[in-house]
């Protein structure tokens, strides 16, 4: 890698479109899980203007009330103003939601079946996923997609407190961060857009979230004089949300993983069930990246395990520490696999994952936040131990 680079991440808040369709999606598998621990689950969301579907597979035992989920996600976000089209109360919701194909159940199923090679729970789909972790921030995570993830949750906050009036729920942000010898070192720009009121200013904009966002969430040490504020650089932003643009489920992959410092396998998490191994394996990669570099085996870690649909053990296990190992790569690698297992029903007995907590993963990346069970470092132990 350069001595010298600027790499950006970008994050988007709680009333983009495509985070909204998220926030819906993971609603109504919570709501699932709550009732029925072993619901299958693959809800994809579409939201625009003032309409909403909803599609997909899903078997279950809950009895739901779609509608009143749909309604009270939209209302958490707060699209609840009265000049809002896109409106709690008053979307169209559309439900195109069917069972599970009975030929994908069979390959999930931990049953014998005509042409199954095992009666054990199978992953899902077939795929690829990544897991990383590095040790330039408290939360493992790299710095470019944290700051944007900050500033985020900032502007959310602001809104919802009800001091900021003219801020309204659809909302960007990217950081680009100045890297010299592999560390970060200033922030070169900060890049914020935001949804407002068309009665407030855009000079009056600038000056409150340069002020009481991005100097209250990047550290001061970041900021240099070079440092360069965008914010709402089209000049207005007043329609926004589905209103200005289409959103759907999974279309925000790299700000809900890494920013795009790390690997991507391709498959989106919300509205999915852990059955399926784009989420409870991406999930599971983290873990066990985290877990290496806070046992001190490496500075950065990733992880990437792959599956055949229908099959329990994965078709590989890889880790790169890009140079950083204080062992070999290898050795890692079999340590990891003697302390984790990555079987699909191993990952949800492993991290507990039947469980109704996804909607807490929607919003501001999956990973970095503590409370989730795969942002835990209780394994560093056991793998110190393993590579003895």
Request: proline share 4%; aromatic share 8%.
């Amino acid at each position: 890698m350069a001595k010298s680079f600027v790499f950006s991440s970008e994050s988007v808040g709680e009333g983009h479109p495509d985070k909204v369709a998220d926030l819906i999606s993971d609603s109504v598998l919570d709501a699932c899980l709550a009732q029925d621990r072993n619901s299958r689950v693959a809800c994809e969301t579409m939201v625009k203007s003032n309409m909403v579907i909803l599609a997909g597979e899903i078997t279950t035992k809950a009895k739901l009330n779609y509608e009143a989920i749909v309604r009270a996600a939209i209302r958490e976000i707060g699209y609840v103003n009265k000049d809002d089209v896109f409106h709690a109360d008053s979307v169209f919701i559309n439900n195109y939601l069917t069972a599970q194909s009975p030929d994908i159940a069979q390959g999930v199923d931990a049953k014998k079946a005509k042409g199954k090679k095992t009666a054990e729970q199978g992953a899902g789909d077939q795929g690829l996923m990544f897991g990383y972790a590095c040790n330039e921030t408290p939360e493992l995570m790299p710095t470019p997609v944290m700051f944007a993830h900050r500033l985020g949750r900032k502007l959310t906050q602001l809104r919802k407190s009800g001091k900021v009036e003219w801020l309204r729920p659809d909302a960007k942000s990217q950081v680009s961060i100045r890297y010299e010898n592999d560390k970060p070192v200033a922030v070169e720009n900060v890049v914020i857009s935001t949804q407002h009121t068309a009665d407030v200013s855009h000079r009056q904009i600038e000056s409150y979230l340069i002020e009481n966002v991005i100097k209250k969430v990047i550290p001061a040490r970041m900021l240099t004089k070079k440092t360069h504020f965008l914010i709402n650089p089209t000049g207005r932003f007043v329609i926004g949300g589905p209103q200005g643009d289409s959103g759907l489920t999974g279309r925000k992959i790299i700000v809900d993983t890494y920013g795009g410092w790390g690997r991507h396998g391709g498959g989106a998490f919300s509205g999915k069930d852990p059955s399926k191994v784009d989420r409870s394996a991406a999930y599971m990669c983290r873990w066990v990246a985290k877990n290496i570099v806070a046992s001190g085996l490496a500075d950065i870690a990733e992880l990437q395990v792959a599956y055949a649909i229908g099959h329990p053990e994965p078709v590989s296990v890889y880790v790169d520490t890009m140079g950083t190992g204080k062992v070999r790569d290898e050795k890692i690698a079999k340590a990891v696999t003697k302390v984790f297992g990555f079987k699909p029903a191993d990952i949800t007995r492993q991290l507990n994952l039947l469980r109704p907590i996804y909607r807490s993963t929607t919003n501001y990346g999956h990973f970095g936040k503590a409370g989730l069970p795969w942002e835990q470092t209780n394994k560093v132990a056991a793998l110190r131990a393993a590579i003895k």
